[in-house]
C-alpha cells in the first residue's frame, strides 16, 4: 500500500484543478478528491487506511479510465 505522503502528492492536483477543466469531466468527484487530500495532509491521525485503500483500488481506476477516454 502507498504510503500517506505518496497519496497526498498525488492527490494534489485536483485542488488546482481549473472550474472550465472541471466541467469537462462531469462526472468526477473533484470535491472529494480534494477532501481526501486535505484529510490525508492535515489529520494523518485520523485516516482511515481502509478508505483510502478502498479508494485507491475501487475509485483510481475509474479516473484512470476517465482521463485515458478524454486524451485518446
Known amino acids: 500500500m502507498p504510503s ?3 497519496l497526498k502528492l498525488s492527490a ?3 485542488s488546482r484543478v481549473s472550474q472550465q477543466t472541471q466541467d469537462l469531466f462531469p462526472g468526477l468527484p473533484f470535491r ?3 477532501g481526501m487530500r486535505n484529510i490525508i495532509a492535515h489529520d ?3 485516516v482511515d487506511l481502509e478508505q483510502v485503500w478502498k479508494t485507491a483500488s475501487g475509485d483510481l481506476p475509474h479516473l484512470i ?3 485515458e477516454q ?3
Open 32 to 34: 472529494s478528491m480534494r
Open 70 to 72: 478524454f486524451f485518446e
Open 4 to 6: 500517506c505522503a505518496a
Open 65 to 67: 479510465h476517465a482521463l
Open 44 to 46: 494523518y491521525g485520523e
Open 12 to 14: 494534489k492536483p485536483p
